[in-house]
């Protein structure tokens, strides 16, 4: 099988996990937005693989019906 192994998914899964917490984190609306933007290319890469692998949990990973965007933060004056 040629492409992205389990390994390699595996590392994916973490970084994505690790921006997903950057993005939690900082209080820079434009920052969270690109770091969401990071995310969202990294579920939709892990979705493909887990798919095209035949994967019995691709559908937990399919982020094509709901936004991975989160709800703005208030901002306070």
Known sequence: MQGTSAIDL???YAAHQ???FK??????VDRRADLMDQAADM???IERNRL????????AWSVSD???R????PVFS
């Open 18 to 20: 690790t921006v997903l």
């Open 10 to 12: 595996n590392k994916i």
């Open 23 to 28: 993005a939690s984190q900082t209080p820079d």
């Open 52 to 59: 095209r692998f035949g994967a019995a949990m691709a559908c």
């Open 70 to 73: 989160p709800a703005p933060s």
């Open 43 to 45: 579920a939709l890469r």
């Open 66 to 68: 709901r936004s991975l």
